[in-house]
T-cell receptor
Framework: GENVEQHPSTLSVQEGDSAVIKCTYS??????FPWYKQELGKRPQLIID?????GEKKDQRIAVTLNKTAKHFSLHITETQPEDSAVYFC??????????FGRGTSLIVHP | DVKVTQSSRYLVKRTGEKVFLECVQDMDHENMFWYRQDPGLGLRLIYFSYDVKMKEKGDIPEGYSVSREKKERFSLILESASTNQTSMYLCASRVGGRVDTEAFFGQGTRLTVV
């Protein structure tokens, strides 16, 4: 099955800084890469995703980049704000179409 | 808005009890999932269901079973609860037949086994 590694496990930044979270995957059949955000005490929700036919996608302050050759994809958050503090999960489906999640990154944005 | 609703937010059960966690979705999704969330371990798949009466084991099925008699409802059963099953349980659903569809999560059930 798919194996997804996510780093770092914890990321602490000052408000206004950028944050980058990276995931690597093992199954070359994976072709869809979503990112979910889970605020404290709430359910995970999709914030951005990317398909394998593009290398980058942006939505305001967040962007995702994909390197299929190296089998890694990254979440970039610019001009971080305290409300960006949350746990972020990446996922990849592999050939089974079932999303395998990374272990999560706890992002802390200090005012 | 898609709604995925889990029957309980918090549960406390005794060791050895049979425990039922219920999940209902209202968007006619084919696929449904049960995940377990533990600090540092992320979201681990217990069971999933492609459609009604269909179920497949995930990565950590031991000690659990599931039931999907109706499309909208997916139940997770702990046959004999143990303290190592104390955890947050998340249900999710999504449109079937495609890999690139969003998974919608329930609010979670925090289960404590004493």
């Amino acid at each position: 099955g798919e194996n997804v590694e996510q780093h770092p496990s914890t990321l602490s930044v000052q408000e206004g800084d950028s944050a980058v979270i990276k995931c690597t995957y093992s199954d070359s059949a994976s072709n869809y890469f979503p990112w979910y955000k889970q605020e404290l005490g709430k359910r995970p929700q999709l914030i951005i995703d990317i398909r394998s036919n593009v290398g980058e996608k942006k939505d305001q302050r967040i962007a995702v980049t994909l390197n299929k050759t190296a089998k890694h994809f990254s979440l970039h958050i610019t001009e971080t704000q305290p409300e960006d503090s949350a746990v972020y999960f990446c996922a990849a489906p592999g050939g089974s179409y079932i999303p395998t999640f990374g272990r999560g990154t706890s992002l802390i944005v200090h005012p | 808005d898609v709604k995925v609703t889990q029957s309980s937010r918090y549960l406390v059960k005794r060791t050895g009890e049979k425990v039922f966690l219920e999940c209902v979705q209202d968007m006619d999704h084919e696929n449904m999932f049960w995940y377990r969330q533990d600090p540092g371990l992320g979201l681990r798949l217990i069971y999933f269901s492609y459609d009604v009466k269909m179920k497949e084991k995930g990565d950590i099925p031991e000690g659990y079973s599931v039931s999907r008699e109706k499309k909208e409802r997916f139940s997770l059963i702990l046959e004999s609860a143990s303290t190592n099953q104390t955890s947050m349980y998340l249900c999710a659903s999504r449109v079937g037949g495609r890999v690139d569809t969003e998974a919608f999560f329930g609010q979670g059930t925090r289960l404590t086994v004493v």
